[in-house]
């Protein structure tokens, strides 16, 4: 089973940026579409944005997009959240998943899924702060 780990959270002011990493260990990442999700305390887990895992297609929710990108890094076996131009609303915990079969799971359908159940597999999540 694809253990997924988030990485890269913290605390930065408005305006500022942090890059999210989501890795795996023993299962290579190249053969699974990788999901962003967020949850607020208080609200539901609401889904960023995913990228494809064959033809680099990506989905970003309207609320980050033109703000946060995600890429793969192949030889480093491992996917990222850069996010820009942060906002307090942005505030939440971070979390990376995919789908345990390997279906290319990155659609609009999918992320905005309540709840996201096409993903089986979750990270611990990673805590990001935006605050003055």
């Known amino acids: 089973q694809v253990q997924l780990v988030e990485s890269g959270g913290g605390l930065v002011q408005p305006g500022g940026s942090l890059r999210l990493s989501c890795a795996a260990s023993g299962y290579s990442l190249d053969y699974y579409a990788i999901g962003w999700f967020r949850q607020a305390p208080g609200k539901e887990r609401e889904g960023v944005g995913c990228i494809s895992k064959s033809n680099g297609f990506t989905y970003y929710a309207d609320s980050v997009k033109g703000r946060f990108t995600i890429s793969r890094d192949n030889a480093k076996n491992t996917v990222y959240l850069q996010m820009n131009s942060l906002k307090p609303e942005d505030t939440a915990v971070y979390y990376c998943?995919?789908?345990?079969?390997?279906?290319?799971?990155?659609?609009?359908?999918?992320?905005?899924?309540?709840?996201?159940?096409?993903?089986?597999?979750w990270g611990q999540g990673t805590q990001v702060t935006v605050s003055s």
């Open positions: 998943a995919t789908d345990q079969e390997q279906w290319d799971v990155c659609s609009a359908q999918a992320m905005k899924a309540t709840p996201p159940d096409l993903f089986d597999s």
